[in-house]
């Protein structure tokens, strides 16, 4: 079953932070939940194909052809931080 | 490293010729102001979705096609999740279990023989934007904060995975060159590596001779050229041979390679393992390509380097080296037929290119699309030396000036008055002089001395700044030399 | 006469057409109703009432320059925030987006402002649309109009109290799971979920990209076929769309339902369901039989399996989904981080909620190294099996019918921290987005004062059907009640 350490990892994946008090919440909800999901496991699927589109379409495409783009204005508009044109994040190391 | 067999596979990475980008309609070209070619889907933002560029599938088939691969009857994206500043949706929509291509080869023509180099798999996916690490250096570790430019991101990419099948730093970089000029032959990428459309990692790794077990690899990146990534791996297939022989281990790890102090050095360690979570993307539905299509593309395949190489030799009678040499670019093969096409003597259209025409690219660090004259014009310099109106040597500064000037080589000869000079009465002047004045020489060639010959053939040249016909001067030298005596 | 807040839109469209009313009179009556109840219910998160009346003045303009205004014009709407709006504000109930300005507009949105939307305001919801109340949202929780003891159902729960609550005339939804069906049946609404890929999913903030689907929510099944045909049809910005011309549905949705063979499946009917939400399934199924509908018992014998299934995949594809929500191009960002790392973990952290935070974690789970084939492959495997179901099922039957939800509208607070009894009450509407079909939620009486509705489904493209049907049946069931009475708000 789930435990805190798979927690940490998940919200580690996630890039979520979680408090020591979240983790214990989590470490519980989430082993509910996946426990309730255990009976999926029991069910025989041998033979089944997954489905990932219930409406199964096929070879979806457009053309290569350029249309307008958003203004570098436009681009920027939301972001926390620019410079320059530039989306400003922290260092990454 | 004796007794040690050295084993590389490459990933490649070559962003794909379209006009748009893999999943939007936003400009795929190179360059722009930062962020000005970005649109609500290639951004990532709340609410978009992505639509397949037909054409991104259809030069994705060609290059598998031409490398010998089979193509997926049915193959999907999947999302690769893992989350980093430079890609927008923080995962990238790539093909995973059910590739395009599987399963080809690419042959390389070494000294040591045929080497087959098996690809493993040849897939679409997404390229992502351009990170800045701002800081005086310019180096990740020192950088205070970091600039992100979302023009790149979502160009289309293929990924090209070989087979370990590579022995040698000199075979990686054949097969790069080979692979590089069958895309272009293909327009299939530009290729520029300096820019970033072609990119490519490498395992390396060692074992005992002989051993059907692999060793412990070590990924090799940020090569961005043909020379980077044969210094890098030879410097790694040393490191890890004098590891190995002091009895120490391999670590699998990510190296990056530093051209400046040529070393490779580790990427900082994860705390945890990549765990990229693929899932089939939702919002995109299958391919499923049907025999028509794939047989139409195969049918619209140029013709490939290796054909190309072939017809060289047999239709236009060049050695293999020549012809080797020429069609490792798409660009520099085009000019040479051109030139031939434009009346060229194909060995010595060939001589030119390899010779000044190469080693002026190397010094200028350019692209022969840079050059400012055409095939044709060098086919009419060729023509000149064969008529007789300029020595090959005063060729080789006329068609200096014709790199430098874009002018025919007639008239740079017309306005610099170096035509060479044939006329027998002038030249028989020349000679006179170079004979009163050099008594000893005259003498030794008398003695036998067939090298006095040539040091008087050379005062001649001097005398006329080299303008001088060399086998005509020859010619009379000989017979003035002779008729004295 | 009826105050025209409570007015349908088919209503308000023939009286405007005969110039008996103007379309600023009409939001005129919404915007003091909104006035008046807004403070108890809360339906938006945010109001954009300039917009609204300057929308509204143009097409009483449009109308006496001889114009024919659009099928929406006139018909003061509410959109769930969770739809891209360009220049205004969408949060998807979340802290994270608090500030987001959409650059573009939504697929449905576009062709709405072509046929003359006349937007009051985004409506609330569970943050991206996780949720079954309306409590997940950052910005307060929505009141049921009929008891404001109550959730209105969710996610998209302040789209039905809205309509319900008379501060708009119809509204859109989402419905991953039962999220426009479910509020409509709380709030004694019309709600539908379309055919996966019959209405562009292109600026719906996904919540689970295979299950999404944008719907209406109206006050009568006429209302609900008008709105559904302004905003179906294909659309190339989304692969999933289909490529289809749809019908007028409001034409081909005309007729009886004589013959019709209707499924109830079993596996629909089992514990949990209240007394009344039985009684009312009960009569319902009377009512067909009366109108001349073959009813028979039907059976889907993995439906067992669908909530587990749903409550994988959802997830999985929620905590992609969600990954690009990281303070970087748009949206909050915890400043003062040293690192990327820390930016994006505290990012994170302070923008989600909890029911946000589950899923994600739950999802990311169920993608990780080790775990892929037991849960999301396993899941994927069980929603072909139930797509096989339905399909067997349809060569039986033309429609299925089962209630909507096992309860009534329950309590605020109620559910709130125990997740999986919340996820329980989506047990009978979460099977129809897993096989893609289109099902529709009508009134069909009341427990205790509340509301009760009947789920109606229908075979892949099949909405003409369902619609019919919920036509038939609503004319026969006659549900006229209004919420106001007693705990309600009043009339
Ligand atoms: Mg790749
Ligand atoms: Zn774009």
């Not at chain 1, 996630?14 to 496991?41: M, P, W, Y």
């Not at chain 2, 490191?239 to 670590?251: K, M, P, T």
């Not at chain 2, 003695?447 to 040249?461: D, H, I, S």
């Amino acid at each position: 079953m789930i435990e805190p350490k798979d927690v940490e990892y998940v919200a580690w994946l996630a890039r979520l932070d979680v408090s020591e008090e979240e983790k214990e919440k989590f470490t519980r909800q989430l082993g509910q939940v996946l426990e309730h999901a255990e009976k999926i496991k029991s069910l025989d699927t041998e033979d089944v194909d997954p489905t990932s589109h219930a409406i199964p379409l096929k070879n979806v495409m457009r053309e290569d052809e350029t249309g307008p783009c958003l203004s570098q204005e436009e681009a920027l508009s939301g972001a926390p931080r620019t410079q320059g044109g530039y989306f400003v994040v922290p260092r990454i190391i | 490293m004796s007794g040690l067999e050295v084993v590389i596979g490459l990933e490649i990475h070559a962003e794909l010729k379209t006009l748009s980008k893999m999943f939007c309609s936003c400009d795929a070209s190179f360059g722009g102001e930062p962020n000005s070619r970005t649109c609500p889907v290639c951004l990532g933002l709340p609410g978009v979705l992505p639509v397949l560029n037909r054409k991104a599938v259809e030069l994705a088939t060609r290059l598998a096609l031409a490398l010998h691969c089979d193509i997926a009857p049915y193959s999907i994206f999947h999302r690769k999740n893992y989350f980093y500043p430079d890609m927008p949706k923080n995962f990238q929509i790539s093909q995973y279990d059910l590739p395009l291509g599987i399963g080809g080869y690419l042959d390389l023509e070494m000294e040591e023989g045929r080497v087959r180099v098996g690809i493993t798999r040849v897939h679409l996916e997404e390229d992502t934007g351009k990170t800045v690490h701002a800081s005086e250096s310019g180096r990740i570790h020192d950088s205070e904060y970091s600039l992100e430019d979302f023009n790149r991101a979502g160009v289309p990419l293929l990924e090209i995975v070989t087979e370990p099948d590579i022995r040698t730093p000199i075979q990686a970089r054949m097969f790069m060159q080979e692979l590089k000029s069958i895309m272009e032959h293909l327009e299939v990428s530009d290729c520029k590596m300096e820019e970033g459309s072609l990119r490519c990692d490498a395992n390396v790794s060692l074992r005992p001779q002989g051993s059907p077990q692999l060793g412990v690899k070590a990924e090799v990146k940020n090569m961005n050229s043909f020379r980077a990534l044969y210094r890098a791996l030879d410097y790694e297939i040393m490191r890890q041979g004098d590891l190995l022989a002091s009895g120490g281990e391999v670590v699998q790890e990510t190296r990056h390679w530093d051209a400046d102090s040529g070393v490779t050095t580790p990427l900082r360690t994860k705390e945890y393992a990549y765990d990229y979570r693929y899932f089939p993307e939702p919002d995109l539905v299958p391919l499923q390509l049907d025999l028509s299509f794939i047989d139409g593309v195969r049918a619209g395949l140029p013709e490939l380097p290796s054909q190309r190489r072939s017809r060289l030799q047999e239709d236009l009678g060049l050695p293999e080296h020549d012809a080797g040499l020429l069609t490792s670019s798409k660009a520099l093969a085009d000019f040479f037929e051109a030139a031939v096409d434009a009346g060229a003597e194909p060995k010595a259209a060939s001589n030119w290119m390899m010779g000044e025409l190469s080693a002026h690219l190397n010094a200028h660090n350019i692209e022969i699309s840079e050059v400012p004259i055409t095939p044709a014009q060098l086919a009419a310099m060729i023509a000149l030396i064969d008529k007789g109106v300029i020595s090959g040597k005063i060729a080789k500064s006329v068609f200096e000036a014709m790199l430098a000037s874009g002018n025919d080589a007639e008239t740079i000869v017309k306005e610099k008055g170096i035509t060479q000079i044939s006329d027998e009465e002038e030249l028989v002047r020349h000679i006179e002089e170079a004979i009163r004045e050099n008594p000893a020489s005259v003498e030794d060639y008398r003695k036998g001395k067939e090298k006095a010959l040539g040091f008087l053939v050379g005062q001649v040249m001097r005398k006329t700044k080299g303008r001088a016909n060399p086998q005509l001067v020859n010619e009379l030298l000989r017979r003035s030399l002779e008729g004295e005596g | 006469m009826e105050a025209l807040y409570a007015m349908k839109a088919w209503e308000l469209q023939d009286m405007i057409d005969r110039g008996e009313v103007s379309v600023s009179e009409v939001l005129d009556a919404v915007l003091a109703r909104l006035e008046q109840v807004e403070n108890e219910v809360h339906s938006y998160i945010t109001l954009t009432l300039d917009a609204a009346r300057a929308a509204a003045a143009e097409a009483d303009r449009a109308r006496d320059g001889g114009k024919s205004p659009g099928a929406a014009a006139g018909i003061p709407m509410a959109i769930k925030d969770v739809l891209c709006t360009r220049g205004i504000r969408t949060t998807c109930g979340s802290r994270i987006l608090e500030e987001y300005i959409p650059v573009y507009d939504a697929t449905v949105l576009e062709r709405l402002r072509h046929a003359g939307l006349v937007l009051v305001g985004k409506a609330n919801m569970d943050e991206f649309a996780m949720g079954s109340s309306t409590e997940n949202s950052a910005y307060g929780p929505t009141r049921n109009p009929w008891d404001l003891e109550r959730v209105p159902g969710g996610s998209s729960g302040g789209s039905a109290a809205a309509v319900a609550a008379g501060e708009a005339i119809w509204a859109l939804g989402s419905d991953t799971g039962g999220s426009i069906r479910q509020p409509a049946s709380f709030c004694g609404l019309v709600g539908m979920k379309p055919t996966y890929g019959l209405v562009s999913r292109y600026g719906l903030v996904a919540f689970a990209s295979s299950l999404d689907q944008v719907g209406p929510i109206a006050r009568d099944v006429r209302d609900c076929a008008l709105l559904l045909s302004l905003i179906a049809g294909h659309d190339r910005r989304d692969s999933t769309s289909l490529r289809l011309e749809p019908p007028d549905y409001l034409s081909a949705m005309q007729g009886d339902i004589r013959g019709l063979r209707v499924g109830m499946p079993r596996e629909l009917m089992q514990e949990g369901l209240t007394p009344g939400v039985r009684k009312a399934m009960e009569d319902c199924l009377q009512k067909f039989e009366q109108l001349g509908a073959e009813v028979d018992e039907a059976t889907l014998p993995n439906l067992d399996y669908a909530l587990s299934a749903y409550y994988i995949i959802a997830p999985a594809e929620a905590s992609s989904n969600l990954a690009r929500f990281d303070g970087v191009r748009y949206g909050l960002r915890v400043e003062g981080a040293e690192d990327m790392m820390e930016m994006y973990g505290r990012t994170r952290a302070a923008g989600f909620g909890p029911e946000v935070k589950r899923r994600i974690m739950l999802g990311t789970y169920a993608l990780s190294a080790g775990y892929y084939e037991a849960y999301y492959g396993q899941a994927q495997k069980v929603r072909t099996l139930i797509i096989r179901d339905f399909d067997a099922a349809y060569e039986k039957y033309d429609i299925l019918v089962s209630p909507t939800t096992p309860t009534p509208a329950f309590a605020l607070g109620e559910k709130v921290e125990d997740p999986l009894a919340m996820y329980l009450s989506d047990v009978c509407t979460i099977p129809v987005n897993l096989a893609g079909i289109p099902a529709i939620s009508i009134p069909c009486g009341l427990e205790d004062g509340l509301p009760v509705g009947l789920q109606i489904m229908g075979k892949v493209l099949d909405e003409t059907t369902v619609l019919r049907a919920a036509r038939v049946m609503e004319e026969a069931l006659a549900f006229r009640e209004k919420p106001g009475s007693g705990k309600g708000v009043g009339a």
